[in-house]
């Protein structure tokens, strides 16, 4: 039996299910959480599918979140989505059901399940699930098509990072054939609150660039305060930088409670998750988070990343 058979034969087996994702959710993983609750709910009988984790305000229009009390979890199929290492998973319960399913695209090391589903090759979970439900035979409803490729279009920047596959599109030309509302979905996706523009102004006018081509700021608690930014409207911040001549990475310095530094980190270029992942961090070759307790932390990262796109110009 392959990997995808079995991970059916598990959830053919279980009537409980829970599914989790990773903390500071974003569309691929709530897409592919709520989206995946729905399959197995259109296509199995008799089966009780909760979706756990923090309710994040301005990603509502996808999906609420179940309750699910501790109890639940006895005898119940965990499955954890888009989270590559286990101190990620939102909510800790993960561990209390009796068997457990990874299913991501990240690379890592941490095989924190008992099946493993690891594919580095999708550009997002969404991806996966579109093509294992495909796989098993399932129907999609409007609903389901809308969740998955919302995931696929915000993990691909809309189909532009080098992440895309031939996979990708047959996903997305099944979903769309299934009729999605692109405007509605255009204007959820990419609607942004008056106070994140004026915080990107703020960027825009504030970011500096290294000698080869790092553009970072940092945001200290008050002025994230003073724009009222949360970490979900926060993290829309980095983009601003994008496309810029010269600049070949970027990244938003965060200051937060108990004094630890959040970067979200992207590149155009050189590979930075392995260098995120000595700041406590990790994530994709291209697109990683890291987590730093002082700032001067921050500027060994910043020093790091200005070396690798050295030597990315010396190539
Ligand atoms: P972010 O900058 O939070 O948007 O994250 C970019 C990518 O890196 C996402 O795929 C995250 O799942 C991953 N990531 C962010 N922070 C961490 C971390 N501390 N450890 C491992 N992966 C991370």
């Known amino acids: 039996m392959n990997l995808q ?3 059916l034969e598990k959830i053919k087996s279980y009537d409980k299910i829970v599914i989790h994702r990773h ?3 974003d569309p691929d993983a709530l897409g592919s959480t709520l989206g995946f609750k729905q399959l197995i709910q259109d296509n199995l009988t008799g089966k009780d599918v909760r979706v756990v984790g923090y309710q994040e305000k301005n990603l509502e229009w996808l999906g609420k979140m179940d309750a699910v009390e501790e109890a639940f979890y006895q005898g119940a199929l965990v499955i954890v989505m888009d989270t590559a290492n286990s101190v990620r998973i939102d909510n800790k319960n993960f ?3 009796a068997f457990l399913i990874k299913i991501d695209h990240h690379p890592g ?3 924190y399940g008992n099946l493993n589903f690891v594919d580095t090759t999708a550009a997002s979970v969404c991806e996966m699930i579109t093509h294992l439900a495909l796989g098993y035979g399932w129907t999609f409803s409007e609903e389901v098509a809308m969740l998955l490729y919302s995931g696929i279009i915000s993990d691909t920047g809309r189909f ?3 992440t895309i596959t031939p996979k990708t599109f047959e996903a997305a030309k099944y979903l769309f054939s299934l009729g999605i509302n ?7 996706l990419y609607k942004k609150p008056l ?3 004026k915080a990107q102004a703020y960027v825009l006018s504030n970011f500096t660039v290294t000698e080869n081509g790092v553009a970072y700021f940092k945001m200290s608690k008050e002025i994230q305060k003073e724009y009222g930014l949360t970490t979900g409207t926060r993290s829309l911040l980095v983009d601003v930088l994008a496309n810029i001549e010269g600049i070949l990475v ?3 310095f965060f200051e937060q409670e108990k004094d630890q530094i959040r970067a979200n980190i992207r590149s155009e270029g050189p590979l930075i998750n392995q260098i995120a992942e000595r700041y406590d961090g990790g994530g994709h070759p291209k697109a990683s988070g890291a987590m730093l307790s002082k700032w001067e932390a921050v500027d060994d990262l910043i020093a790091e990343l200005d070396l690798v796109c050295q030597y990315f110009y010396e190539e």
């Not at 692109?182 to 959820?188: A, G, M, Q, W």
């Open 182 to 188: 692109i405007s509605e979905l255009n204007r959820n």
């Open 95 to 97: 561990s209390k059901g």
């Open 160 to 162: 532009l990072y080098d």
């Open 5 to 7: 058979q079995q991970i």
């Open 23 to 25: 903390i500071s959710p």
């Open 109 to 111: 090391e941490d095989h």
């Open 250 to 252: 970027r990244v938003c």
């Open 195 to 197: 106070n994140v523009v």
